[in-house]
Nanobody
Framework: QAQLEESGGGLVQTGDSLSLSCAGP????????MGWFRQAPGKEREFVSA????????MYADSVKGRFTISRDNYKSTVFLQMNSLQPEDSAVYYC??????????????WGQGIQVTVSP
């Protein structure tokens, strides 16, 4: 059972930046595509961003393109999500996931516990 642990969430104001981190097990981390998803109250979990095993391939949801940047450091077994120009509609619980390089939640095998990001108007 892989264990993923997110960190870096919190409460910020509109226009601020925030960086999320997700640490995974060192032995297997580099073998996974990694993704970020989010879920707001009353809404379905939605894709945010994903990166390939090497970090060379990246994709983003249209709603965050140009504002969010995904990266990974396989030596540190960590994937990052840099979020700039945050808007209230970005408020959600953010989850990191390990598995395939995909926009589809069911493509991922392991999930973190989630971390809250709240953007005040």
């Amino acid at each position: 059972q892989a264990q993923l642990e997110e960190s870096g969430g919190g409460l910020v104001q509109t226009g601020d930046s925030l960086s999320l981190s997700c640490a995974g097990p060192a032995r297997t981390f580099s073998s996974w595509g990694m993704g970020w998803f989010r879920q707001a109250p009353g809404k379905e979990r939605e894709f945010v961003s994903a990166t390939t095993r090497s970090g060379a391939g990246k994709m983003y949801a249209d709603s965050v393109k140009g504002r969010f940047t995904i990266s990974r450091d396989n030596y540190k077994s960590t994937v990052f999500l840099q979020m700039n120009s945050l808007q209230p509609e970005d408020s959600a619980v953010y989850y990191c996931a390990a598995g395939a390089y995909s926009r589809v939640p069911n493509s991922y095998t392991y999930w973190g516990q989630g971390i809250q990001v709240t953007v005040s108007p």
